[in-house]
């Protein structure tokens, strides 16, 4: 699948597209009803389907200091918007100029000019352009008239609350990722390259595959049942994580640590995706290595046990 910049124009054989727009950076139920209906409207027609993101998030480029809260990354998003069936993938680069550019410019010098689209599908609360001044209402008025087709797809509800992002970061702090996982279709996951550490998960029998969190929005601080899948080799390892900054060694140092289970290769330097799917505890200093130790078997064998049982 094609990975396409805002900035550049498409290629012909992808001009006149329908494209899926909006930000879905966690692709979760809602973001996947509209790109389903991109998706169905394309296929009928015989034309390519886009689905594009923006990165970095709007809320970001305007407020640099707030707290990481990415859900993916974008080559995260590549591979479940190619899972969907999209045909490309593509990327407003939000930056100076993209934040400066009016409503009525975005649809008629991005989406039709340099894009070439001939549909967009948003959901009913989409905004867009300088000052986030363009809705829905907006795009129709300025893109109809030029032959732009508009379709909206409604909030997805969850109960009486819709779907989204803001809900699934909530229970991921709030150390839920089932309920996480159940909003997105499939567990929040970190992807990331193996570092070498300090070695005090070796020195102890539990050999820890280190990885810097970066971006990602941070869950709840603790330990985890958690899969790791190897990029490289499509290996799936079942293992226990913890998750914060390792109050037990000094000086602190915030690391996601999965240990696999019955796993004895290398994975430094190798980039691996680790899901959570069960919270099993906060983090806690002990009192004594040992005491770690004992509580690190514990949750291990809890791990084994709610993994193996196939639930999350």
Same mark, same amino acid.
């Given at each position: 699948m094609?990975w396409l910049d805002?900035r550049e124009r498409?290629?012909?054989?992808?001009? $006149?597209?329908?494209?899926?727009?909006?930000n879905?950076d966690g692709?979760?139920?809602g973001?996947?009803a509209?790109?389903a209906e991109?998706?169905?409207w394309?296929r009928?027609?015989g034309?390519?389907v886009?689905? =594009?993101?923006? #990165?970095p998030?709007p809320?970001?480029?305007?407020?640099?200091?707030?707290?990481?809260?990415?859900? /993916?990354?974008l080559e995260?998003?590549?591979?479940?918007?190619?899972?969907?069936?999209?045909?490309a993938?593509?990327v407003?680069?939000f930056?100076?100029?993209l934040?400066?550019?009016t409503?009525?410019?975005?649809?008629?010098e991005?989406?039709? $000019?340099r894009?070439?689209a001939h549909?967009v599908v /948003? +959901?009913? #609360?989409?905004?867009f $352009?300088?000052?986030?001044?363009?809705?829905v209402?907006l795009?129709?008025a300025? !893109?109809?008239?030029l032959?732009?087709t508009?379709r /909206?797809v409604? =909030?997805?509800?969850? +109960?009486d609350?819709p779907v989204?992002?803001?809900?699934?970061?909530?229970?991921?702090?709030?150390?839920d990722?089932g309920?996480?996982?159940?909003l997105l279709?499939?567990p929040?996951?970190?992807r +990331?390259?193996?570092?070498?550490? #300090?070695?005090?998960g070796?020195s102890?029998?539990?050999?820890t595959?280190?990885?810097?969190?970066?971006?990602?929005?941070?869950p709840a601080y603790g330990?985890y049942a958690?899969t !790791?899948?190897?990029?490289a080799?499509g290996e799936?390892?079942?293992?226990a994580?913890n998750l914060?900054i390792r109050?037990q060694?000094a000086?602190?140092?915030?690391?996601l640590?999965?240990?696999f289970? #019955?796993?004895?290769g290398n994975?430094?330097?190798q980039?691996?995706e680790?899901?959570?799917h069960?919270?099993l505890? !906060?983090?806690?200093?002990?009192a004594?290595l040992?005491?770690? /130790?004992?509580?690190?078997?514990r949750?291990?064998?809890q791990?084994?046990?709610?993994?193996?049982?196939?639930t999350?």
């Amino acid at each position: 699948m094609r990975w396409l910049d805002h900035r550049e124009r498409l290629p012909d054989p992808l001009r $006149g597209a329908i494209i899926a727009l909006g930000n879905f950076d966690g692709f979760h139920r809602g973001h996947q009803a509209v790109a389903a209906e991109a998706i169905g409207w394309a296929r009928r027609e015989g034309r390519p389907v886009i689905v =594009a993101t923006f #990165d970095p998030h709007p809320v970001r480029f305007f407020k640099p200091d707030v707290p990481p809260f990415r859900l /993916t990354t974008l080559e995260q998003r590549h591979e479940l918007y190619l899972a969907a069936g999209a045909t490309a993938m593509l990327v407003f680069h939000f930056d100076a100029a993209l934040a400066a550019t009016t409503a009525e410019a975005f649809v008629t010098e991005l989406l039709l $000019g340099r894009l070439g689209a001939h549909g967009v599908v /948003t +959901g009913t #609360d989409f905004t867009f $352009g300088k000052g986030a001044r363009g809705n829905v209402a907006l795009l129709r008025a300025a !893109g109809e008239p030029l032959g732009l087709t508009v379709r /909206t797809v409604e =909030a997805v509800l969850d +109960g009486d609350m819709p779907v989204s992002s803001s809900r699934i970061r909530a229970a991921l702090r709030a150390g839920d990722p089932g309920e996480a996982a159940r909003l997105l279709t499939r567990p929040f996951a970190v992807r +990331g390259v193996v570092e070498h550490g #300090d070695k005090r998960g070796r020195s102890i029998g539990y050999p820890t595959a280190n990885l810097s969190m970066e971006n990602y929005l941070r869950p709840a601080y603790g330990v985890y049942a958690v899969t !790791g899948r190897v990029l490289a080799t499509g290996e799936i390892l079942q293992g226990a994580a913890n998750l914060g900054i390792r109050p037990q060694f000094a000086p602190p140092k915030e690391l996601l640590e999965p240990y696999f289970f #019955d796993f004895a290769g290398n994975l430094y330097g190798q980039e691996i995706e680790v899901a959570f799917h069960h919270f099993l505890r !906060g983090e806690a200093r002990f009192a004594s290595l040992d005491a770690l /130790t004992a509580q690190m078997e514990r949750d291990c064998a809890q791990a084994r046990s709610l993994l193996s049982a196939g639930t999350r």
